[in-house]
């Protein structure tokens, strides 16, 4: 029974290839970054009805939950999550006639595949409900505002996660060729934090810098210590990267400013390393307002926790891809990135895990978050048989 619907569903999902090629290419030429999602969803939301396949829009207005509410006692329920949402990014020159029409944002990130592969998964699972004896319980999750590390929480909270007994996800990877795959059991991305600084000093004109305290001066020596600091204080066997991607302070050249903002993020693979940086950086802020005497302040945001991908569904999606791929293309991922990935939140509450697709042509494509992002778009139709077909080996495997 199982090799028979893999089959249908393989069968399917390539006569899908041309449509979905047409929605990747829609989502990609109308995107809209986090928070935004509205007529993505309603897109989304379209194909479903028009397949006939029951769905919830969140209350958000932003993200959807797919998929037949039947099901045995006890059956488990298998979920696949896509994102959905672009990047604040202006997409660079590209001879494609699928460029983004809306200046300063982009689909740089593969989401718009994500959610197109996701969408053939969910047709080609309710188009081969006739091959089963017996219902498939599944479930989709279009979610909104991954960027930001919004949406997983939002879906959770719209019931996505209720009854699930495990979710699988795929994610495009540019420095892989189409046609292959690479997974990893255990942690595959960082604890992810967020870190705002304010330096309050006291503004002036830059002719009299002694009659002020310069928050700038202080900003930068702040900035200096912790890049400096922070690679000592953490054991050097255990990855952590702070970055600061964002100041702002003063608004004419020859004024010192009265404050300065910075915002950053701490990245690690343990929790022991992200409280050794975070005492280093408390550390560093204490000595530069006792020599500058400007009050720094740092406050720890939200963050995300790492994705730990469970061996047991990782192997199921593993061979789920040798099987259509063949064995030789499933490669492994050596190690962690310090990226961040808010599909951690569903982990949370299911055993599930992420692989990474191949998207790269012969030539190769520029890396994730580039203004010149593209993928070879044979790998929507792989993509979409990976999570139909992991779906149907893990509800076998119960």
């Given at each position: 029974m199982?090799?028979?619907?893999?089959?249908?569903?393989?069968?399917?999902?390539?006569e899908?290839?041309?449509?979905?090629?047409?929605?990747?290419?829609?989502?990609?030429?109308?995107?809209?970054?986090?928070?935004?999602?509205?007529?993505?969803?309603?897109?989304?939301?379209?194909?479903?009805?028009?397949?006939?396949?029951?769905?919830?829009?969140a209350?958000?207005?932003?993200?959807?939950?797919?998929?037949?509410?039947?099901?045995?006692?006890?059956q488990?329920?298998?979920?696949?999550?896509?994102?959905?949402?672009?990047?604040?990014?202006?997409?660079?020159?590209?001879?494609?006639?699928?460029?983004?029409?809306?200046?300063?944002?982009?689909?740089?990130?593969?989401?718009?595949?994500?959610s197109?592969?996701?969408?053939?998964?969910?047709?080609?699972l309710?188009?081969?409900?006739?091959?089963?004896?017996?219902?498939?319980?599944?479930?989709?999750?279009?979610?909104?505002?991954?960027?930001?590390?919004?949406?997983?929480?939002?879906?959770i909270?719209?019931?996505?996660?209720?009854?699930v007994?495990?979710?699988?996800?795929?994610?495009?990877d540019p420095?892989?060729?189409?046609?292959?795959?690479?997974?990893?059991?255990?942690?595959?991305?960082?604890?992810?934090?967020?870190?705002?600084?304010?330096?309050r000093?006291?503004?002036?004109?830059?002719?009299?810098?002694?009659?002020?305290?310069?928050?700038?001066?202080?900003?930068a020596?702040?900035?200096?210590?912790?890049?400096?600091?922070?690679?000592?204080?953490?054991?050097?066997?255990?990855?952590?990267?702070?970055?600061?991607g964002?100041?702002?302070?003063?608004?004419?050249?020859?004024?010192?400013?009265?404050?300065?903002?910075?915002?950053?993020?701490?990245?690690?693979?343990?929790?022991?390393?992200?409280e050794?940086?975070s005492?280093?950086?408390?550390?560093v802020?204490?000595?530069?307002?006792?020599?500058?005497?400007?009050?720094?302040?740092?406050?720890?945001?939200?963050g995300i926790?790492?994705?730990?991908?469970?061996?047991?569904?990782?192997?199921?999606?593993?061979?789920?891809?040798?099987?259509?791929?063949?064995?030789?293309?499933?490669?492994a991922i050596?190690?962690?990135?310090?990226?961040?990935?808010?599909?951690?939140?569903?982990?949370?509450?299911?055993?599930?895990?992420?692989?990474?697709?191949?998207?790269?042509?012969?030539?190769?494509?520029?890396?994730l978050?580039?203004?010149?992002?593209?993928?070879?778009?044979?790998a929507?139709?792989l993509?979409?048989?990976?999570?139909a077909?992991?779906?149907?080996?893990?509800?076998?495997?119960?």
């Amino acid at each position: 029974m199982v090799k028979t619907l893999c089959e249908a569903l393989d069968a399917s999902i390539d006569e899908m290839g041309e449509f979905l090629r047409t929605v990747r290419r829609y989502f990609h030429a109308h995107p809209e970054p986090s928070r935004e999602e509205y007529q993505t969803t309603l897109e989304l939301s379209r194909h479903l009805t028009d397949a006939g396949i029951p769905h919830e829009i969140a209350p958000t207005g932003r993200g959807i939950i797919a998929g037949p509410e039947i099901g045995i006692d006890g059956q488990p329920r298998i979920a696949f999550r896509a994102d959905m949402d672009a990047l604040p990014l202006q997409e660079g020159k590209l001879a494609v006639p699928y460029r983004s029409t809306r200046d300063g944002v982009m689909h740089a990130c593969g989401h718009d595949a994500h959610s197109t592969m996701a969408l053939g998964a969910a047709l080609a699972l309710h188009r081969c409900q006739a091959h089963l004896p017996r219902p498939i319980a599944w479930r989709a999750i279009f979610q909104p505002a991954e960027e930001t590390a919004e949406g997983a929480v939002e879906m959770i909270r719209a019931g996505a996660m209720e009854g699930v007994s495990a979710i699988v996800a795929l994610h495009v990877d540019p420095e892989l060729e189409v046609g292959r795959v690479a997974q990893r059991a255990g942690v595959l991305t960082a604890d992810c934090r967020d870190i705002r600084i304010i330096i309050r000093g006291r503004g002036g004109h830059a002719a009299r810098p002694h009659l002020s305290i310069d928050p700038i001066a202080a900003a930068a020596q702040f900035i200096t210590g912790v890049y400096q600091c922070v690679p000592r204080a953490v054991d050097v066997r255990e990855p952590v990267v702070v970055s600061f991607g964002s100041i702002h302070g003063g608004e004419a050249n020859n004024v010192i400013p009265d404050h300065v903002e910075i915002d950053g993020t701490i990245r690690s693979l343990s929790q022991s390393a992200r409280e050794r940086a975070s005492a280093a950086i408390q550390s560093v802020a204490r000595a530069v307002s006792v020599a500058t005497g400007a009050e720094v302040h740092v406050e720890f945001l939200h963050g995300i926790d790492p994705v730990i991908n469970d061996p047991s569904v990782i192997a199921v999606m593993a061979h789920a891809s040798a099987e259509i791929l063949g064995a030789d293309r499933v490669g492994a991922i050596p190690h962690p990135s310090l990226g961040g990935e808010d599909f951690a939140a569903y982990l949370a509450l299911a055993p599930g895990a992420m692989l990474r697709l191949g998207v790269a042509g012969a030539a190769g494509w520029p890396t994730l978050h580039s203004p010149r992002f593209d993928i070879d778009e044979r790998a929507l139709v792989l993509g979409a048989k990976i999570l139909a077909r992991s779906v149907v080996l893990l509800s076998e495997k119960g």
